[in-house]
């Protein structure tokens, strides 16, 4: 069976090739890209948050799977690289972009959960991981990638990974699976409140 996805944002090319031109090689691959667009769009009028815009690949593959009722927060501490992001889907109204530090974002918002948590940098996954827990709504989806070894992993990081795995599942509130897809995914369901 082929896993390429069929089908792709329309902004997907535009977004590529700024992200060559910027240098910014940390973009969402196209796997857990479709399984973005996947889940949120298994979630009308949903409340999606993605930890990490980059350059907004999984950001335009999040939108991609959207309703017109669902809408998308997402943050980004490299201002200049979210920029890219905002230029190229600025005129869609169900997103909202935050440029500023994820993890302190994660400690001060006091808002409504979300039916989808995209954690795709350190704030929500190897920092803030309860905080970021704490906002995924019962039977909400939390997700995460980058599991497998990356160019420019710190020397250690396969043993936070590790121990970040373990954590999430010895968790009561939480039923997740391992994927060994893509770039190393675990998704999260939450399934009771702790």
């Known amino acids: 069976m082929d896993d390429t996805p069929s089908r792709f944002p329309a902004s997907l090319p535009a977004l590529r090739a700024a992200a060559r031109e910027a240098g910014f090689t940390m973009s969402c691959e196209e796997r857990t890209g479709s399984l973005l667009a996947v889940l ?13 815009t980059g350059v907004g690949e999984g950001t335009a593959w999040l939108l991609s799977g959207m309703d017109s009722a669902s809408h998308l927060v997402t943050i980004e501490l490299d201002e200049a690289v979210q920029r890219v992001a905002r230029e190229q889907l600025r005129s869609d109204p169900r997103v909202t972009f935050v440029a500023g530090d994820g993890g302190e974002w994660l400690q001060n918002y006091d808002g409504e959960p979300f039916d989808l948590v995209f954690a795709d940098t350190w704030p929500g996954k190897f920092t803030h991981l309860e905080q970021a827990l704490q906002l995924v709504a019962l039977g909400g989806t939390y997700l995460i990638d980058d599991l497998d070894p990356q160019p420019g992993w710190p020397e250690d990081h396969g043993a936070s990974v590790k121990r970040l795995l373990t954590d999430l599942e010895e968790r009561e509130d939480f039923r997740s699976v391992r994927m060994a897809w893509a770039s190393g995914l675990l998704m999260a369901v939450r399934s009771a409140r702790p």
């Open 40 to 52: 949120a769009a298994t979630r009308p009028g949903g409340r999606i948050l993605e930890l990490g």
